[in-house]
């Protein structure tokens, strides 16, 4: 597609359940970015892939939060047994290889309100 | 630690005032500088990547300079349509990776 897509939108869930979040990145793009971006926050890395690459998941808050991109392609952010303070609005970006002159490619988004 | 302080937090303006936003960092290695604009219910935007101290970009009304500890986005002659968050951010350290250190942001509205 012509941009980053990120499905859902919105999600609403309840504490304690598991949440999955799909990120569909440009077509060509090698890396991929998850951020989080919390009211009044600024983003927060969370993971990065690149390629065949091991993935840079220092940004990972806990061990409820993982991370997979599949054929080099789409990726899924997965939290696990969600907590309140989960809720944010979490966004995956691409770009072509270690960050070209043009920055990321962000997606709109998926805002998530864990009750 | 790497860090990025932007300010002001929000900025009202009236429509053709111009002003400037200001982002500060203190990081180890300063591999890129880059500003995004933000709009309510969006992903940032890409605006500018600057690189090194002195080095200038332009885009319509806006224009974004760097020194060694801080840089600026300066905004002439704003429009209503130009209200929205201005996200600065680093890209610091050496390693293989793409990741971003993001300010909090600044908060911009141009009233008519």
């Known amino acids: 597609g012509a941009g980053v897509s990120q499905s859902p939108s919105n999600k609403v869930t309840e504490k304690g359940k598991d949440v999955e979040l799909r990120c569909d990145p440009i077509?060509?793009?090698?890396?991929l970015y998850w951020y989080r971006q919390s009211l009044g926050q600024g983003l927060e890395f969370l993971i990065y892939?690149?390629?065949?690459?091991?993935?840079?998941k220092s940004g990972l808050p806990s061990d409820r939060f993982s991370a997979e991109r599949t054929g080099g392609s789409v990726s899924t952010l997965t939290i696990q047994r969600t907590q309140q303070e989960d809720s944010a609005v979490y966004l995956c970006?691409?770009?072509?290889?270690?960050?070209?002159?043009?920055?990321?490619?962000f997606g709109s988004g998926t805002r998530l309100t864990v009750v | 630690e790497d860090q990025v302080t932007q300010s002001p937090e929000a900025l009202r303006l009236q429509e053709g005032e111009s002003s400037s936003l200001n982002c500060s960092y203190t990081?180890?290695?300063?591999?890129?500088l880059f500003w995004y604009r933000q709009d309510p219910g969006k992903g940032p935007e890409f605006l500018f990547t600057?690189?090194?101290a002195g080095e200038e970009k332009e885009k319509e009304r806006l224009k974004a300079t760097l020194t060694k500890k801080e840089s600026f986005l300066h905004i002439t002659a704003p429009k209503p349509e130009d209200s929205a968050t201005y996200l600065c951010?680093?890209?610091?350290?050496?390693?293989?990776?793409?990741?971003?250190?993001f300010g909090q942001g600044t908060t911009l509205q141009v009233k008519p």
């Open positions: 077509s060509g793009h090698t890396a």
């Open positions: 970006a691409s770009s072509r290889p270690l960050l070209p002159n043009y920055g990321y490619t």
């Open positions: 990081v180890s290695g300063l591999r890129g």
């Open positions: 892939f690149q390629g065949n690459s091991a993935p840079d």
């Open positions: 600057l690189y090194s």
């Open positions: 951010a680093v890209q610091a350290g050496s390693g293989n990776t793409g990741k971003l250190i």
